[in-house]
Structures are given as structure tokens and as C-alpha cells.
């Protein structure tokens, strides 16, 4: 759409897209300005509920005319395609800036937001999804309260998919979460959880996933604010306990009242602030004005040779176009690093051996000789890098230990053993430039856990004494993600990996000293590995160009610029010092779909080319099969693909940069139902699309989630990760209601006999059969357990006609459990390559006569160790 246009408006570039649209940049002809337009993802243009949602924003926003809200100039048509034209806001979104330094600044941008909601109340609209992605802060420092997509307006009708809870799930109220009614209060809520975000950086409530958010926010206290802020005046914590009640009776009854409170707290912390400063000036002597022009000139001075030196620092090394680029032979398909040595001309990586036994190999990048094995642990597979020494002459690697379910981090010389243990858990092993000390992380993880169960920065002396914390990132958040650091070439700082909810990663410079930080991405993409090196260039490994690619920039901050571009995952950069050489990882994961009697016999592989493969379906009449095709397990986008099994044709049914995944046909065979989302965001985004089984066409949105069950050709069951539960979705898009209460599942089945039950809330775990009105009149009398100590919703899958299950445990054993007397039969034959583990749990569907079973294989890496030299002019 870039360089097309619209109407009068020229479309100069992509700003963003989320679930509720897609935004661009653009330029008014007949007014000559800049404004930017929200167009309905693709794909929802013709369905109606939405483009009723999207004319109801255009509504809401512009029957609020305020100067903290952004202004809506149109909403017009072009080509059948609804548009909204909006003021272009030239700033960064809150979630960018958080924590914010000051407190005062905070009370400045919560005084304009509470301004904004109060005007955007008094006219009866309740926006209803206030976060720090929708509100933004201009370069004049004004706030812009944004997207009114989830606005209610007084009289309007409910346009939500899900009737009961709408927003984003950390910011909801708990009447929101629960399906209550929602109305100005509910906004202040999640105005109270801004205002507690943007001085903190963290959530008020937290979980580890949806249902114990979910949790949290009904149930539990908010972390106090003065765990992160000790000094924060007790004005302001009431301001936040306030705001965030439970009870909506309990919270200010209108913005207007939280406002007075911010302004009063403004005015008591500007006094503080002028008595200081006016006290710090009475102290001081007159300075005369001689002195005066010699200080300024000497400090304009100073500001001019900064400024140089940064524009300079900025520009870094350019990539050399004449840079070439060869292929390590090593005899190893599964392997992890490599790391080169500072000299340029070693690489020291860890693989399996045809055992699957992992140990170190080092070979010279210059010699035809086989790579030389220096350690005989066979330890188990380690994910990390092992690295040189500054010299050369050591490497520090990690190595698991079984016994203690921890990976070790041992050094062994580059001749070879013995090798010395130095710290008992950690991971990620880097030398420190002067080779005095070897950094590594502790996580929440179970192998390497730190004790404050976040992600912690330590150092240790090569010989394993003097180890010490150098400091725990508070900010990071702990879900899944990667880790990783590096340090500055004089040792005092580390460019450092945070995750961030979505999942996705962000470089932050720190420095070790002083502690203070300086985020220099801003791309909320997929990072693994970062290095610094010697010429104060980042390299990393990132997914912002669709695929995981090598980039870098200075360590001053600047353009990021693209070293590769492969359809291939690329990660593990290692440069030596000269910069005149780089060694990364080229692997992608390897997983192919296989066909099995449900007895585990006859197994044979359908699919050939060797990609990642993965939750395939079988058409009814068995002879088509839908499945997920991406380049490995942390590719960013995959498609829906399909396969003839008839004569093996290939067909791509979906496009695009997003995730698809999770297709399952139809009992007609007429559809394929599968679930969407955008890139690096969480499950909480996925939504539920149709596409024609027998041809390839633009896919139309029926609902929220992702899709687990037909129950007929013309109604699903989809699965909402915000609530936990099942919800009715409809192929004639018709709004999706509820089936299951939060925090349940239930799957009808024996001709709709009976409900397949399972109760996720803690302590009632379980899977039960139960009589079909149970949703209606629950009792604990009436749950009849089929398997008490398993969860329905993993590694399990149901036949589609629901007189039988198949479940895969954690030993690779498959049970077959008949409904609705719960016998539980083990397969004789193993069925080959079957993925159980929790990493990689099982993708399986059984065909629609029940007696064959479809699956994705255990996935394998394919890697190949490969060598720029030259990179930098």
C-alpha cells in the first residue's frame, strides 16, 4: 500500500498494526499535511461487526474535542475499504518511555490523560482499554490519549466479540474481567495502573500467565509501589490505592476528583522543588559578568566538541559490500555457538556426537583439519556458547550437571581437560575483556534460579573465587524470552537483553558502576545474542526483518543496519577484535508430519521438504491435510499450507508476516478454521479465521482466539487465552458467546451426551466426565474423574467424535482413554518421533473415523557454521 493513494492521501509508510487496525502514515493533497490513517486489518474488511466497531471509534474520538486527544479529521471509503483520517502524532508511545525518571513528570502526563478522560466521560464514552500503548507523548511534551477502538458510547450497542471482556487483560478492571458492567470507573482502574507503570516500569499485577493474572487483579493486593520507589510520598500512594479498588463503589466515583488530587500533589511537589533551588541560590556568591561570558563560552566549547564527537561515535564502521562470506565445515548437524577467539583464527563450538553425547570442539578457521573434541563431559545438550579467553589460551563453557538439574560453568584450557568447575549454576559465560573476570546470569528459570526470581547479572574470577552480584534487572519481565549480555570493551558497562511482554527483547546499555541505563533498541522484536565489540559496534541477532538476521549499530544508538537476510534463523555472533571477522549460527528446525493407525502401526512420513511442519489436520475425507509451515520454532511467521495426498501438491494458503497456525477442517470439509496473530505478541491476540478448503482466498475473521473443536459444520468451539475458557464461534460470523465459565474447558462429546470437563483453577486440576447440563447446574457430586492429574488442554487430543482420547506423557508413551468409561489402554507401538515434551508439546489430530492419527515429529536442528570476513569498511 506504501506509495499508493488513497482518496487525496498519499500513503508514505507503515506505523503500526495491531488487532483493532492497521495505521499508516500519509500525506493530505488538497490540505498539504501530514495525517495518519487506520485502515481494518485485512481480512476484516467485510465483516461486519468489526466495520461497526471501526465506524463506532471514528464516533467516539471525534465527539471529543480536546487537546490531550487525538483529533479525528474523517472517516470515509475507498474501494469498498473503510478508513479513518486522524492527526499524525510525532512522539513515542508511554509503554516506550517507561519508568519515567521523575515523579513530577509522571503527575504531569497522568494530570493531561485524567483531563482527557474527563472530557471523553462528560460526552458518555468510556474508552475501556487505556495502557501506555494508546497514549502518546508528542514533541512538545503533550500527551495524546489514542485508539478509541474498545470505546463505549452511552445508547450504543455492544460490539465486543467476546461480550464479557474487552481491553488489554494487565490494565482491566476486575468488573471488566468478571463481565460486569463498565463505565468510568473502570477506566480510572486502569488509569490507576498507568500511573503505577510509568513510574515503576512494572505491573501492579502479575502473573505467569492469563489465568493467574486473571487472578491477581480479582483477588490480590497491588505490589506496593514502594518496593520500586521507597521514597514516594504517601499523597501519591493513596492516589494509586485509590484508583485501583477492587470494589468500583470503592474508587474515585468520577476522573474530575483524581485529577484535583494530581494537581494538588503537583503544586506540594513544585514547592519542595523551588524552596530548594531557592535556597541552593541565597548560598551562593555573586558571580560577576566577566566570569559569567568565560564560563559560557568554555561550556559552549565543551557542547561543541560533545556533539561532534557523538555524531561521529553515531556513524560507527559502514558495512563492507565487498564483504565475503564461507561455510565452516564441520561434521556436526546439531550444534551451538560458534565463538571466535580475539586473534580471528579459532572457533570453539559445543555439538552431539553420533551418541547425541555434547561436548567442546575447537578447529583453526584457516586449516582443512577436523574440528579437535577438548572436552570428554557427554554432558547433556547446553544451549549457550561456550567462549575464549581474551589470550586465547582458556574457554569458559557451561555443562549440565544431572544430578543437581543445574548447568555448571566450568573453564578448560584449549588443549584440552581437565576441566574446572567454577560456579555451580548460571548461564551465558563471558569473559571480561582484561580476562580478570567471567560475567554470567542467573534467571527464574528451574536450572540456574536466582533468589530474587528475577533475571541477575554476576561475576566470578576464572578461578572460581570472589564471585559477586553485579545487579538484578527489575525491569525485565520473566515469562518466556531470551537472556544474554555482553561487555564493553573497557569492561565497565554490558550491552544487556530485557524481555518485555509480547515476548520480545530490547538492548539496554548499562553501566555497572553507577547503574544507570540506556535503552538503544526500540524495535519489540525477538533478539539472541548481542556483542559488543572492540570498535564500539552492537551486533545481535534479531527477528525485525520477518526472520531471525544479523544487525548492527553503535553503542551510541543510530540506524540499525542489516548484515544478512536468509529465510533461515541466524544467531550467535561472535567478532574478533580486529573486526575483520564474524562467526554465526544458519540453522533452522526440522520438523515433518507424519500418518499412523491409532493402534501406532503403519506409520509413514507425509511431508518431505525439510521445514518446520507443525499442528496438522486431516480432512475428513482424508485426503488433503492442513498444517503450519515456518523456517523453526522462533520464526515469527508461518503459514497455513495444504497437501494433496493424492499426488503430494503444495499449496500456500494464507501470506503475510503473521503467525498462522492451529487449521482444523470442518466435518463437511468445506472449511479451515485457524487462529492469526501479529508478530512478537502473545496468544491473547489470536484470532479465529475461515478460509475455503478448496481454493485459496482472502480469510474472513469469525472470532476471537483460536480454534479447538467443531462441534457442526457451522459452529466451533475457539479458545481464549484472557479468559481461559471456550467460547461459541460461528462460520456465519454471527457474535461469539460463552460456553465455558473462566478458567474451564469443556468439550461436548458422545453425541452431546456428555461434556469432557476440565477445571484449570489451582488445587482442581482434573479432567471429568460430566452430564451435558453440568454448565448449567454445576456439583461437585456429578464430576466423574477420567484422568485427576492431567489437564485437558496439553498434550491431549480428542477425536472428533468424541467417544475416545489420545494422551502422550512426558516418557513418550501414548494412552488411548475410551469415553465415557475411562479405560486407559497404552499403545503397543511407539509411534515415531512423536513430540511429548514441554518445549515442544504434541500438535496431533485423529481423522473423523477415529482410526488414524496425524502429528508433527520431535523437532531437529539443522545448523551450519558460516564466516564473514571483512564486514566493516
Not at 255 to 284: C, F, H, N, P, W
Not at 506 to 517: F, H, M, N, P, S
Not at 557 to 572: D, L, N, R, V
Request: proline share 5%; charged share 25%; with cysteine.
Amino acid at each position: 500500500m506504501i506509495g499508493q493513494t488513497i482518496s487525496h492521501f498519499k500513503i508514505l509508510e507503515k506505523l503500526g498494526e495491531g488487532g483493532m487496525g492497521v495505521v499508516y502514515r500519509a500525506e493530505d493533497a488538497n490540505l498539504k499535511r501530514t495525517v495518519a490513517i487506520k485502515f481494518l486489518p485485512r481480512g476484516l474488511e467485510a465483516h461486519e461487526p468489526e466495520r461497526a466497531r471501526f465506524l463506532q471509534e471514528a464516533q467516539a474520538a471525534s465527539a471529543i474535542n480536546h487537546p490531550n486527544v487525538c483529533t479525528i479529521y474523517e472517516i470515509s471509503e475507498h474501494e469498498g475499504q473503510q478508513f479513518i483520517v486522524m492527526e499524525y502524532v510525532e512522539g513515542k508511545t508511554l509503554r516506550q518511555m517507561v519508568p519515567l525518571q521523575k515523579v513530577q513528570t509522571a503527575i504531569h502526563y497522568g494530570i493531561q490523560i485524567g483531563e482527557a478522560l474527563q472530557e471523553a466521560h462528560s460526552k458518555g464514552i468510556a474508552h475501556r482499554d487505556i495502557k501506555t500503548d494508546n497514549i502518546m507523548v508528542n514533541t512538545k511534551n503533550q500527551v495524546k490519549v489514542m485508539d478509541f477502538g474498545l470505546a463505549k458510547l452511552k445508547g450504543s450497542l455492544k460490539l465486543t466479540k467476546t461480550s464479557s471482556t474487552v481491553g488489554t487483560l494487565a490494565y482491566m478492571a476486575p468488573e471488566q474481567i468478571q463481565g460486569g458492567e463498565v463505565d468510568a470507573r473502570s477506566d480510572i482502574f486502569s488509569f490507576g495502573v498507568v500511573l503505577y507503570e510509568m513510574l515503576t516500569g512494572h505491573m501492579p499485577f502479575r502473573g505467569e500467565h492469563e489465568a493467574a493474572m486473571v487472578y491477581s487483579i480479582v483477588n490480590e493486593d497491588p505490589a506496593p509501589i514502594q518496593k520500586y520507589l521507597p521514597d514516594i510520598s504517601s499523597e501519591f500512594v493513596h492516589i494509586l490505592n485509590r484508583a485501583l479498588e477492587k470494589d468500583p463503589n470503592d474508587r474515585y466515583q468520577n476522573v474530575a476528583e483524581m485529577v484535583i488530587d494530581l494537581r494538588r500533589l503537583k503544586k506540594e511537589t513544585s514547592r519542595v522543588y523551588r524552596t530548594a533551588s531557592v535556597q541552593g541560590m541565597t548560598s551562593t556568591k555573586r558571580i560577576s559578568k566577566k566570569t559569567l561570558f568565560s564560563v559560557a563560552g568554555a561550556l559552549g566549547l565543551v557542547a561543541l566538541i560533545v556533539l561532534a564527537l557523538l555524531l561521529f561515535s553515531k556513524r560507527g564502521p559502514e558495512l563492507n559490500p565487498n564483504r565475503r562470506e564461507r561455510l565452516i565445515d564441520v561434521p556436526f548437524a546439531d550444534f551451538f555457538g560458534p565463538a571466535i577467539s580475539n586473534d580471528g583464527k579459532w572457533v570453539v563450538f559445543a555439538a552431539a556426537d553420533a551418541r547425541g553425547k555434547w561436548d567442546l570442539y575447537n578447529k583453526h578457521l584457516d586449516s582443512e583439519e577436523q574440528p579437535k573434541r577438548i572436552t570428554f563431559d557427554s554432558s547433556a545438550q547446553c544451549n549457550q556458547e561456550a567462549v575464549f579467553s581474551p589470550d586465547g589460551s582458556k574457554i569458559a563453557y557451561e555443562r549440565w550437571n544431572s544430578g543437581r538439574q543445574s548447568r555448571e560453568i566450568c573453564v578448560v584450557s584449549v588443549l584440552g581437560p581437565p576441566s574446572k568447575k567454577i560456579v555451580d549454576a548460571g548461564y551465558c559465560a563471558y569473559w571480561r575483556p582484561d580476562g580478570e573476570r567471567i560475567g554470567f546470569i542467573l534467571a527464574r528459570f528451574s536450572s540456574f534460579r536466582s533468589n530474587s526470581g528475577k533475571s541477575e547479572f554476576w561475576s566470578v574470577r576464572p578461578d572460581g573465587s570472589d564471585k559477586k552480584k553485579e545487579f538484578i534487572d527489575t525491569l525485565s519481565d520473566e515469562g518466556v524470552g531470551s537472556i544474554g549480555f555482553s561487555w564493553s570493551p573497557d569492561g565497565k558497562s554490558v550491552a544487556w537483553l530485557r524481555t518485555f511482554q509480547g515476548p520480545f527483547e530490547e538492548i539496554v546499555i548499562k553501566e555497572l558502576a553507577t547503574g544507570r541505563e540506556q535503552q538503544l533498541t526500540d524495535f519489540k522484536s525477538r533478539m539472541d545474542m548481542v556483542t559488543w565489540t572492540a570498535d564500539n559496534q552492537i551486533v545481535f541477532s534479531s527477528d525485525k526483518g520477518g526472520s531471525f538476521d544479523l544487525w548492527t549499530m553503535a553503542a551510541t544508538g543510530g540506524e540499525a543496519a542489516q548484515i544478512t537476510k536468509s529465510p533461515e534463523q541466524e544467531y550467535g555472533t561472535w567478532v574478533s577484535d580486529d573486526g575483520k571477522r564474524l562467526t554465526y549460527r544458519q540453522e533452522q528446525f526440522v520438523s515433518h508430519i507424519w500418518l499412523a493407525n491409532t493402534d501406532g502401526t503403519n506409520a509413514r512420513r507425509l511431508t518431505q521438504t525439510d521445514r518446520w511442519h507443525w499442528t496438522p489436520s486431516l480432512s475428513p475425507n482424508k485426503g488433503q491435510v492442513a498444517f503450519a509451515l515456518g523456517f523453526g520454532y522462533y520464526s515469527p511467521t508461518s503459514h497455513i499450507n495444504t497437501l494433496d495426498l493424492s499426488d503430494l501438491t503444495l499449496r500456500q494458503m494464507t501470506s503475510g508476516e503473521e503467525t498462522a497456525a492451529w487449521p482444523i477442517y470442518s466435518p463437511d470439509g468445506r472449511w479451515i478454521a485457524f487462529a492469526r496473530m501479529p508478530r512478537a505478541s502473545s496468544l491473547d491476540s489470536a484470532r479465529t479465521f475461515l478460509l475455503d478448503a478448496r481454493e485459496a482466498g482472502a480469510p474472513k475473521c469469525i472470532g476471537a482466539g483460536r480454534p479447538r473443536v467443531w462441534l457442526d459444520s457451522t459452529v466451533l468451539l475457539a479458545f481464549l487465552p484472557s479468559t481461559q475458557s471456550l467460547w461459541l464461534t460461528y462460520a456465519n460470523e454471527s457474535p461469539q458467546k460463552q460456553f465455558s465459565p473462566d478458567s474451564t474447558l469443556a468439550f461436548p462429546v458422545l453425541s452431546g451426551k456428555y461434556l469432557l470437563y476440565s477445571d484449570l483453577h489451582r488445587g482442581k486440576r482434573g479432567i471429568y466426565l460430566v452430564p451435558a447440563d453440568f454448565l448449567e447446574k454445576p456439583s461437585d457430586s456429578k464430576l466423574k474423574p477420567v484422568e485427576p492429574l492431567e489437564q485437558l488442554a496439553y498434550n491431549c487430543v480428542l477425536s472428533p467424535t468424541g467417544t475416545f482420547y489420545m494422551r502422550y506423557d512426558g516418557r513418550g508413551d501414548v494412552w488411548r482413554v475410551d469415553l465415557p468409561s475411562g479405560k486407559k489402554q497404552r499403545l503397543t507401538h511407539t509411534l515415531p518421533r512423536l513430540s511429548t515434551g514441554p518445549t515442544y508439546p504434541a500438535y496431533a489430530s485423529i481423522s473423523y473415523d477415529g482410526k488414524e492419527i496425524l502429528y508433527s515429529e520431535s523437532p531437529r536442528r539443522v545448523g551450519r557454521i558460516l564466516l564473514i570476513e571483512n564486514l566493516f569498511k
